[in-house]
């Protein structure tokens, strides 16, 4: 068992099959492309809201931090959503591509990039799985390959596959344990009879890999919280769908026990519902540093 800690194929093998892998859950749930289309415009409005401009500049700060400049770099921002890292990338002089298969998203990126000049961003409205990447000149081909939160990452085959675009630096980042949400995490337990308990993450089998397989890189993993307000019904369907994920039959039985849990314990039809759960990021160097090289004088 021991020689299995070391042993990057009883990795990979694990991450493939995890139930409790994000993609494996996705799967599961049957949540596909179109999925998100009905939460586009909300989605759009909460990335580019205040906190959500915070979020991003923190994020992106983390990465200069590391000595990324960004003036002049080639970007591939994979699941760029409606550009809420695209348009800062774009701002601090980085040429950014942008891959996005949702039409609503895909719309709204193209508004919110629109003041910028031709070639600065491009948008590919295509799935990146299904892309030729050899055909389009893209091995090694950009400066920092960006994925943040996308479900393009589901296995360490996902994970090589964005690696070989890259050329210089790879972000990625992907959940680090079970994501929480105050009003389901109470409703479990009254459907299955059982508390909900810790599971394995995305996040723990990336960085062994990429400790395993040899590459350098720095990592951090953040709490983040948010609370939002739900009418009766929008609670009731998110519970319903979430459902899916824990192998949970969302049927009228289930939809009976979250109504009357919802309405008993929001008399004032609010629904105010804290959301949240640990994230990993990892910033992939694919460049070897010089290590006699003062570190005032590396360059990005």
């Known amino acids: 068992m021991n020689n299995d800690l070391f042993n990057a194929a009883v990795w990979e093998k694990a991450w493939t099959e995890d139930p409790a892998a994000t993609g494996n859950k996705m799967k599961k749930a049957g949540i596909g492309r179109t999925s998100f289309d009905h939460k586009a415009k909300t989605f759009n409005a909460e990335v580019f809201s205040e906190g959500g401009r915070h979020r991003s500049e923190r994020i992106i700060r983390w990465i200069e931090g590391q000595g990324v400049d960004f003036q002049g770099l080639s970007v591939l921002d994979i699941g760029a959503a ?5 348009v800062p990338f774009a701002d601090r002089g ?7 298969p949702n039409v609503p998203l895909s719309e709204l990126f193209v508004e919110n990039t629109a003041r910028f000049d031709q070639g600065q961003v491009e948008l590919i409205h295509d799935v990146f799985e299904e892309l030729d990447l050899a055909a389009r000149g ?10 943040s939160m996308c479900p393009v990452i589901v296995d360490w085959e996902s994970v090589e596959r964005v690696l070989s675009t890259a050329r210089k630096y790879c972000y990625i980042s992907v959940g680090a344990g079970p994501r929480e949400h105050s009003l389901f995490q109470a409703i479990l337990p009254l459907l299955t009879g ?10 723990a089998y990336l960085t062994h890999l990429l400790y395993l397989k040899g590459y350098s890189f720095e990592s951090i993993i953040t709490k983040e919280t948010k609370t939002t307000e739900s009418s009766y019904e929008e609670a009731i369907e998110e519970v319903m769908q979430a459902l899916k994920t824990h192998n949970l039959i969302p049927d009228e039985s289930a939809r009976q026990i979250v109504t009357e849990y919802v309405h008993r314990t929001y008399p004032d039809g609010k629904v105010v519902i804290h959301q949240g ?3 990993g990021k990892v910033l992939i160097r694919l460049q070897e540093l010089n290590m006699y090289t003062r570190p005032e004088t590396v360059k990005a």
Not at 82 to 86: A, E, L, R, Y
Not at 139 to 146: C, E, G, H, I
């Open 82 to 86: 409606s550009g809420g890292f695209t």
């Open 94 to 100: 980085a040429r950014v591509t942008a891959v996005e």
């Open 138 to 147: 893209w091995s090694n081909a950009f400066d920092l390959v960006f994925v």
């Open 194 to 203: 059982r508390e909900v308990h810790p599971e394995s993450s995305d996040m």
């Open 277 to 279: 759960g640990r994230y």
